[in-house]
């Protein structure tokens, strides 16, 4: 079955460290995104990347980091410098930019 | 920049009632427009989506019109269920590459 994984589930983060958060799928699409929910709010968009080796800023970038070195994995590291990174981020797949976006299962990060 | 509109929340409604979700847009070019549903805990499902003026998209009883000339997008159902308890999220997308998703709204279906 095609599809979208995050993991893990729920991570817990401690003061000034930085976690890494995965996100990998075969669906064979070029776009990916990473998203922050926050509870009865939309998603913000943090970082995209519409092409291997190749990543665009989002609406709330700072104190996060990603990388695209393969075209199925697109992992998103919250910094020590994001000082209220406790929130459900939520990774998503497309086939080209305009087309319908397939979502992971999310991951519910809280600091300890 | 662009962005997305949707009715405030929550909605709370009786079981075979008449449900609309309103959502408007503002935005360059030509976007797509879609109607997402997150269960609790979960992630997004698309539930319809059109891509042009004057399209319907529909699904699991759920429609919507794409309306060019007053830049809505708006998710009708004419009998709603208990299992459409649900948030309900309208989005676009341009050619840029950057998708706008409104804030969400929250219905509750009472038996």
């Keep these: 079955d095609g599809g979208i994984t995050q993991s893990p589930k729920y991570l817990f983060r401690k003061e000034g460290q930085n976690v890494t958060l995965s996100c990998e799928q075969n669906l064979?699409?070029?776009a990916m995104y990473w998203y922050r929910q926050d509870p009865g709010q939309g998603l913000r968009l943090i970082y995209y990347s519409q092409i291997v080796?190749?990543?665009?800023?989002?609406?709330?970038?700072?104190?996060?980091?990603?990388?695209?070195?393969?075209?199925?994995s697109?992992?998103?590291t919250v910094t020590s410098a994001q000082k209220n990174p406790t929130a459900f981020y939520l990774c998503a797949s497309s086939?080209?930019?305009?087309?319908?976006q397939y979502f992971g299962p999310g991951t519910r990060l809280l600091v300890l | 920049g662009n962005s997305v509109t949707q009715m405030e929340g929550p909605v709370t409604l009786s079981e075979?009632?008449?449900?609309?979700?309103?959502?408007?847009?503002?935005?360059?070019?030509?976007?797509?427009?879609?109607?997402?549903?997150?269960?609790?805990g979960e992630g997004l499902q698309?539930?319809?989506?059109?891509?042009?003026?004057?399209?319907?998209?529909?699904?699991?009883?759920?429609?919507a019109t794409y309306r060019k000339e007053t830049t809505s997008f708006h998710?009708?159902?004419g009998s709603v269920q208990v299992s459409d308890s649900a948030v309900y999220?309208?989005?676009?997308?341009?050619?840029?590459?950057k998708s706008t998703f409104g804030d969400g709204t929250t219905l509750t279906v009472k038996p």
């Design chain 1, 28 to 30: 064979n699409h070029d």
């Design chain 2, 75 to 77: 998710l009708e159902k």
């Design chain 1, 95 to 100: 086939s080209t930019e305009q087309e319908t």
């Design chain 1, 53 to 72: 080796n190749d990543f665009q800023k989002g609406d709330i970038a700072e104190g996060y980091s990603v990388s695209r070195e393969k075209k199925e």
């Design chain 2, 46 to 63: 698309l539930l319809l989506k059109a891509t042009k003026a004057d399209d319907k998209g529909s699904n699991k009883g759920f429609e």
């Design chain 2, 89 to 97: 999220f309208c989005a676009l997308n341009t050619n840029a590459g």
């Design chain 1, 74 to 76: 697109f992992p998103l």
């Design chain 2, 16 to 40: 075979e009632a008449f449900l609309t979700i309103n959502c408007t847009y503002t935005a360059t070019g030509y976007p797509s427009l879609f109607w997402y549903v997150q269960y609790p």
